[in-house]
């Protein structure tokens, strides 16, 4: 057993388990996109953050990767960890505004402004879809291309691949082409039609102090305190 | 090249080395040394070199000089040089038609050649030896010096200068742990940038547990500007598996990889010939000098990806895999190459190690700064007048090696900037010429160390093109698995591409910084998580240019391109025609002796008759255009 601080409280997490099977097991919200269950991290989306460590070394990793370490002092939801989600969620509106996942997670993480031009990509680089083809279809039939700007997923040499037997799970788990809903806001680059929350708490607590037990986690008090 | 028979055991190499360094003692009496690295070749030292030996058999002269080519000395900016012991006459910017006169008048008879000694720009005043020219009075070369005496592709040449005597010590009089508390003692960092103490590494590495263990040679120096380990690998390359071989011994590896880009075809060659050598010999294989030691060492060529120089990206593209880093912890030296415990450091790192082991941790420690060890090799490159390679003690300033060193910036121009670290780094404003170089000490100025580019730069450069430049060569580097990084690095290079075309707006370098620190903080590896420096850097000591650009649209250097227009200035221009030869678009007209005209339809602001001009004639002034459009549409 490993016995780590999550937002202050004390937390126990068998061997092998990450920062996020942690979280999830003691009921703690970390929002993930290119995590899932079935498939090895890979920690592409940067949406999984959490502080770790204190004073001037505290950092930011990604939760879905890091693992349990004995004594690690974890916070899900400071004001840092929240600054460099919200940025994450605005850099990927910025490629696939159409995403009803991405237009979701801006709502809910209080991400209401788009500052960057719009690329219409729609595909956000997850890489969910390769390692669901390999990992789980045994299929290897899609792959990432290039590097840095130039990055895409595609089939080798961009030819139909013979391995892909049209199984249609990176379909399935394309957490970025399911399109948004056609509420008023149908044409802006953000929607925030379902951001009706209205603001329920203007102080700034720490940790267990919040009513929420989380500090943050609504958003509202940080989007407030901007 | 003599044939040297396998050594089977420790007396017999004991042996050899000393046989090796008699016959150095007792050489021909002249030895002409020809500094011939890739930057040497590059300036013609094949040439020189075809020459000198034809020069010598044409004088007769084979009985009474040896000649030796060795790998880099440092000094590019006086490429393709020679040095003659032993007085050690120091020629330098040779040229074929030059051989001649050398070997008549300073070889045979002894008599120095004046125009071909060096010249300094400042005094005017020649320099006779290598150690009377400024740019290696103030260095303190401890690990390339070595460059000058040894034929980078003979291994008895190695033995001559005592090379394989630390192994030695290290394989019987050392116990592992010995030896990394030696290099603990020493104080040695890692040489890569981050700064890592290696003796820790070792620790960390030896302590892990299983049978099977790697060690690693990290040379993919991919930094613009940067070629200090190219130099060493091609130079030295039996120093560095030296300091591999002591580490195996004291890690308890029986494996070794040495990863060389393929960008550096001769530091392969040499690398490869090493290896080579090493295993006819029987310094490398199974039962070393019968011993029962085991080492291979094998070399693995990097396919030119700059992010593969971080070790997570770099075990990757050993095993086959893309390069792409990953999540550490847990670290190499848990679970590295094949997921066995892995030792990985930078080739100036292993370079050291033999001369730690030789001399004692005490000896290391007493050069450098308190928590900086050591020496640091430096590429002085950019704006400067003494271009090349510098190693000098921790601690320095950057005044001394730019000024001291480095002889200044060329043309009178003022001093604007040093980029240290490479893409990674941050540029250093002149206030901060001061600062004493360690790692510390440039990350608190929000550069960093690096591996150990420092690129000058003069008035007319501008640092929102600088930033610009540097983006966009990470935004190609970065593997792309990292939303932070791929769409963070891109994003910046936008708003700064937007800035220096003057379509800057208020609130982007607001934008910028936020964009800069999520950067920082969000991304995996040291690739995304320094990508931001070179934007941050800039708008911490330059952010007025910046601004100009934006609110302004000037830019105040006059190098980015939509903000400027190229005229001439009729009261300076003699009409010498220099600049209408140079312009490709033929943009200017003019006859003979009348002040030339720049049609501005024409011009693709390209900057040849700026420099082609001797009178300067020509200036980059504000683009009027934009100021009109300013303007009308504020």
């Known amino acids: 057993m490993i016995t780590m601080k999550m937002n202050g409280l004390e937390v126990r997490a068998e061997e092998g388990w990450t920062i996020l099977d942690t979280a ?3 009921g703690l919200e970390i929002p993930t996109l290119c995590h899932h269950e079935g498939l090895t991290p890979y920690g592409a989306c940067r949406l999984c953050l959490v502080e770790i460590g204190e004073g001037p070394k505290a950092k930011l990793v990604s939760s879905c990767t890091y693992p349990a370490e004995e004594g690690l002092v974890v916070h899900t939801d400071t004001k840092r960890v929240i600054q460099a989600r919200r940025m994450m969620i605005e850099l990927m509106l910025s490629v696939a505004p159409f995403s009803k996942t991405i237009q979701d997670l801006a709502s809910k993480y209080g991400v209401t402004s788009m500052r960057f031009k719009i690329r219409n990509e729609e595909c956000i680089l997850c890489g969910l879809c390769v390692r669901m083809c390999a990992e789980q279809m045994d299929g290897k039939a899609i792959g990432f291309q290039n590097r840095g700007y130039q990055r895409k997923i595609s089939t080798p040499f961009d030819i139909r691949s013979e391995e892909c037997r049209l199984c249609g799970g990176c379909i399935y788990i394309c957490p970025a082409c399911q399109l948004r809903c056609q509420g008023p806001q149908a044409e802006t680059a953000v929607c925030n039609a379902c951001l009706t929350m209205d603001p329920t708490c203007l102080d700034y607590y720490d940790e267990l102090q919040c009513w929420m037990y989380d500090a943050g986690r609504c958003g509202t008090c940080v989007r407030e305190k901007k | 090249m003599k044939r040297i028979k396998k050594i089977k055991t420790i007396d017999e190499l004991k042996k050899l080395i000393e046989e090796q360094e008699l016959s150095r003692k007792q050489e021909p009496k002249k030895v002409i040394t020809v500094s011939s690295g890739t930057c040497g070749q590059a300036r013609g030292s094949l040439k020189v070199i075809e020459a000198l030996k034809k020069a010598i058999k044409a004088e007769g002269l084979e009985e009474k000089v040896k000649l030796r080519i060795t790998g880099c000395h440092g000094f590019c900016e006086a490429e393709p040089n020679i040095i003659i012991y032993p007085d050690g006459i120091f020629y330098q910017k040779l040229t074929p038609a030059d051989v001649r006169t050398i070997i008549k008048e300073t070889v045979a008879e002894g008599k120095i050649v004046e125009k071909l000694l060096y010249k300094d720009p400042q005094t005017g005043t020649r320099a006779v030896k290598e150690s009377d020219i400024p740019f290696y009075q103030k ?23 005592g090379g394989f005597r630390s192994f030695l010590k290290a394989l019987t009089e ?6 990394i508390q030696t290099v603990k003692k020493s104080g040695l960092r890692g040489r890569g940038g981050a700064g890592f103490p290696t003796g820790v590494k070792w620790e960390a590495t030896r302590h892990s547990p299983g049978d099977i263990k790697y060690v690693i040679c990290n040379g993919d120096e991919g930094d613009p500007g940067a070629y200090m380990d190219r130099s060493v690998l091609e130079g030295n390359p039996y120093r560095v598996i030296e300091g591999m071989m002591i580490g195996a011994l004291a890690i308890g590896a029986k494996d070794g990889y040495i990863y060389v880009r393929d960008e550096y075809p001769l530091a392969v060659r040499h690398v490869t010939l090493a290896i080579d050598q090493l295993y006819k010999v029987g310094l490398l294989g199974k039962d070393i000098l019968g011993t029962g030691v085991t080492f291979d060492l094998h070399i693995a060529k990097g396919a030119g990806a700059f992010v593969c120089g971080e070790e997570t990206a770099l075990i990757a593209s050993i095993e086959g895999r893309v390069g792409e880093p990953r999540q550490r912890p847990p670290f ?4 590295g190459l094949w997921g066995k415990p892995t030792c990985i450091n930078n080739v100036e790192t292993w370079a050291n190690i033999p001369l730690i082991i030789k001399n004692g941790a005490d000896w290391f420690a007493s050069i450098g700064t308190d928590r900086s060890k050591g020496t640091k090799i430096f590429s002085l490159v950019g704006k400067i007048n003494n271009t090349g390679l510098v190693e000098v003690p921790m601690g320095i300033t950057l005044r001394e090696i730019i000024y001291d060193i480095g002889g200044g910036i060329p043309d009178g121009k003022a001093f604007k900037a040093v980029q240290t670290g490479g893409p990674s780094g941050g540029c250093l404003p002149a206030s901060l010429l001061d600062l004493p170089i360690d790692y510390e000490s440039l990350t608190g100025a929000g550069s960093i160390m690096g591996s150990g580019g420092m690129i000058v730069m003069d008035e007319k450069t501008c640092m929102v093109d600088v930033a610009m430049y540097f983006l966009n060569f990470l935004r190609d580097e970065s593997c792309g698995k990292c939303l932070s990084c791929r769409e963070g690095t891109q994003r910046m290079w936008e708003i700064v591409k937007d800035i220096s075309e003057g379509k800057g707006k208020p609130g982007d370098l607001e934008l910028l910084e936020e964009l800069a620190l999520a ?16 934007v941050l850097s800039a708008l911490r000591y330059f952010r007025d240019e910046f601004e100009a650009h934006i609110y302004e649209k000037r830019c105040p250097a006059g190098v980015c ?5 190229y005229v001439v200035i009729p009261g300076k221009c003699t009409g010498c025609e220099a600049c209408k030869r140079a312009c490709p678009t033929q943009a200017i007209q003019g006859t ?31 683009e009027e255009a934009i100021i009109i459009e300013k303007e009308v549409m504020p």
């Open chain 1, 24 to 26: 999830k097991f003691y």
């Open chain 2, 139 to 161: 260095q303190k070369r401890i690990v390339l010096g070595d460059n000058v005496f040894v034929d980078p592709t003979s291994l008895l040449d190695y033995f001559s200068i």
């Open chain 2, 174 to 179: 050392l116990k592992p742990d010995d030896i």
């Open chain 2, 332 to 335: 190499p030296s848990v679970k």
């Open chain 2, 519 to 534: 950067t920082k903080d969000a991304s995996m590896c040291g690739l995304g998580q320094t990508a931001a420096n070179p």
């Open chain 2, 561 to 565: 391109k939509s903000l400027i227009r």
């Open chain 2, 592 to 622: 003979r002796s009348q002040p030339h005209l720049i049609l501005y339809d024409k011009c693709i602001k390209c900057g040849a008759c700026l420099e082609a001009c001797h009178f300067e004639a020509i200036e980059a002034q504000r």
